[in-house]
């Protein structure tokens, strides 16, 4: 499964069986957490076996079941963190995918204090991945209109038409896909419009559509 197949087949999910993430799984998943941290600065930490933070009222809500893995994004607190967090965070998720595994993210209905991870001085736990096997593979969302979320005034380039494709099947926070992308030339900017974890949700677009445009063919504004 390539990365575009990945983003397609990737929705989330809340509910998981109880089979363990072991061997070349996890390891190949391990790898990419130590790489994206390696690359941004970020402390992201893998959980596995662990319920308790999945375990509150906070989660019935959530409505999720039987979540017993899942990845913190934790980083040094800065103006960028929430943007860097939605990048490398999504790396991980379509490397999850890849592997057969099912995700979620998550910010808010989990029991915070009880993820086992370690969060320094200076740090912040941002929001977590659930993580695992699925009892199923989720549902779609329902997109906006793509001329709704950037500027089509002048004929797109296949490189943008394929980043903004690949940028409509990223997951933002209830689905409110608050973003708008423009281009001139190869010069591409894109924007938060508003929303409750737009600046997260930013970076998880902007993951996407670097990778549906190819980074070869623009740069960022």
Not at 18 to 28: N, V
Not at 201 to 208: E, F, N, S, T, W
């Given at each position: 499964?390539?990365?575009?197949?990945?983003?397609?087949?990737?929705?989330?999910?809340?509910?998981?069986?109880?089979?363990?993430?072991?061997?070349?799984?996890?390891?190949?998943?391990?790898?990419?957490?130590?790489e994206c941290n390696k690359e941004s600065g970020l402390r992201i930490q893998l959980i596995t076996n662990e319920a308790q933070a999945f375990s509150g009222m906070m989660a019935h809500y959530g409505k999720f079941r039987n979540v017993k893995n899942y990845i913190a994004l934790v980083g040094q607190k800065s103006?960028?963190?929430?943007?860097?967090?939605?990048?490398?965070?999504?790396?991980?998720?379509?490397?999850?995918?890849?592997?057969?595994?099912?995700?979620?993210?998550?910010?808010?209905?989990?029991?915070?204090?009880?993820?086992?991870?370690?969060?320094?001085?200076?740090?912040?736990?941002?929001?977590?991945?659930?993580?695992?096997?699925?009892?199923?593979?989720?549902?779609?969302?329902?997109?906006?209109?793509?001329?709704t979320l950037c500027d089509v005034e002048t004929a797109m380039p296949s490189w943008f038409q394929k980043g903004m494709e690949a940028a409509l099947l990223a997951p933002t926070a209830s689905n409110q896909q608050k973003f708008y992308v423009s281009r001139r030339n190869s010069r591409v900017t894109i924007k938060a419009t508003g929303g409750f974890y737009s600046k997260?949700?930013?970076?998880?677009?902007?993951?996407?559509?670097?990778?549906?445009?190819?980074?070869?063919?623009?740069?960022?504004?």
């Open positions: 499964m390539n990365l575009l197949e990945a983003m397609a087949a990737r929705h989330s999910v809340r509910s998981y069986t109880d089979k363990s993430i072991e061997g070349e799984t996890l390891s190949a998943l391990e790898h990419e957490i130590e103006p960028t963190l929430d943007e860097t967090i939605g990048y490398y965070g999504e790396r991980i998720v379509l490397k999850a995918q890849s592997l057969g595994l099912n995700t979620c993210w998550v910010a808010l209905t989990y029991r915070k204090k009880k993820a086992r991870c370690i969060v320094h001085k200076g740090e912040k736990l941002l929001c977590v991945l659930a993580l695992g096997y699925g009892a199923t593979q989720g549902t779609s969302h329902k997109n906006k209109p793509l001329e997260v949700d930013l970076g998880i677009v902007k993951y996407h559509f670097e990778s549906g445009a190819g980074k070869e063919n623009f740069t960022w504004e």
